[in-house]
């Protein structure tokens, strides 16, 4: 008998991930691809879909090890890093550079939106997702360009052979509005060739099925549902099984990225605070430039397991960092300029350390206020995800300074997070 499988497909900065569920949620299979991390702010979105397909192949290799069939492979998502993007042709082909989730300084490109955006859209700014497309589009001089594709999008496009689709959370940063469902009328002011821009689903909305020819390589079937997909913290907060207002995912990855779940929508440009559309309801949050990042110009990770073991986590350091590995903060301050505050450096690594860690855990600190003040929940349970969860003595200075709440997330996988998804919708739609 077939068994109706799901797949979740994470790309991440520096690798792609995937996932296979079985009807009841239990993870059955799974891969990992690494890629080489980009050095600047910007990649080749071919590397994605290598990635992507080394990745295919290990995840067939994996379930047929586990007695299961890529036949049995009903519906796919996508998730990727939000405000990562690249202009592609009509075959596909990338005709720019893809600019990544941290690049910045596009001043110019923010005072083209300025005139035009409201005074707390998340499009204002020399960081922002719209002010990357713009940027982008003066990088295709030959005019080749014919669709936006955010990072999950140039995946999706490929899986089921065409571009000019999205979803209401890629897009959110790039001027989607969620609450009317539209791209705003004032964009084409700014200059934007507005039609490069896709055609938005809700996030898990099917987007069309696999091409034969992945039919055929992988042996997939030919009725495996694509569907819409969503950003890599998305992803995770899916993942951990957040469903109840006031659920709280913090990530710390190599950044630092909050998100609670709220009953109202909550924008605030000048704190970096957005909302993305989740059901019915709102997941409200921003994403730091801080993180385990900034760890790691410092300490490798060998290290900072070591140094936290000599770390008393009940006891403050004293010192008051602001760790960010360039200058510029996007949330809980959005400060294209903040500059990195670790000085002064002690003698002592793990006093240097213990700095760092409650630095990062200040600004998290920092994020929920922000939330709180303009008319969030108070959150009722903070989740954790990504390579930090698994730190003790973080959690512990965590739950000192931002609050006694935190534990683990039960999954911190977003590929996993994108394979429930999947389920998810599947259910609903058999609902009717």
Known sequence: MARALCLGIDVGTSGVRSAVIDEGGIEVASARVAFARPAGTEADARGWWSAVEACLEAQCASLAAAHFDAADIAAVAVDGTSGSMVLVDEALEPVTPALMYNSAGFEAEAARIAPHAEPGSITRGPGSGLARLLRLQSLDRAGQARHLCHQADFIMARLIGRAGLSDDNNTLKTGFDPAV????????????????????????????????????????????????????????????????????????????????????????????????????????????????????????????????????????????????????????????????????????????????????????????????????????????????????????????????????????????????????????????
């Open 181 to 432: 469902g539209r791209w705003p009328d004032w964009l084409a002011a700014t200059g934007l060739r507005t039609a490069l821009l896709p055609d938005v689903l809700r996030v898990g909305a099917p987007a069309g099925t696999v091409t034969p020819a992945l039919q055929r390589r992988f042996g997939f079937s030919d009725r495996l549902i694509v569907r819409a997909g969503t950003t890599d913290s998305i992803a995770a907060f899916l993942a951990s099984g957040a469903q109840e207002i006031g659920d709280a995912v913090t990530s710390l990855g190599t950044t630092l990225a909050i998100k609670l779940l709220s009953a109202v929508r909550i924008d605030d440009a000048a704190r970096g605070l957005y909302s993305h559309r989740l059901g019915t309801r709102w997941l409200v949050g921003g994403a730091s430039n801080s993180g385990g990042g900034a760890l790691l110009q410092h300490f490798t990770a060998a290290q900072i397991e070591a140094l936290s073991g000599q770390i008393d986590p009940a006891m403050d350091s004293g010192l008051d960092y602001y760790p960010l590995t360039t200058p510029g903060e996007r949330f809980p301050v959005n400060d294209p300029h903040l500059a990195p505050r670790l000085a002064p450096r002690p003698p002592d690594d793990a006093l240097f350390l213990k700095g760092m860690l409650e630095g990062i855990a200040r600004i998290e600190a920092e994020g929920y206020r922000a939330l709180a003040a303009l008319g969030a929940p108070e959150p009722r349970r903070i989740h954790t995800t990504g390579g930090g969860a698994s730190n003790p003595i973080w959690t512990a200075i965590r739950r000192r300074i931002v609050s006694p709440l935190i534990s683990a997330a039960p999954s911190a996988d977003a590929a996993y997070g994108m394979a429930q998804l999947c389920r998810q919708h599947a259910a609903k739609e058999d609902r009717g």
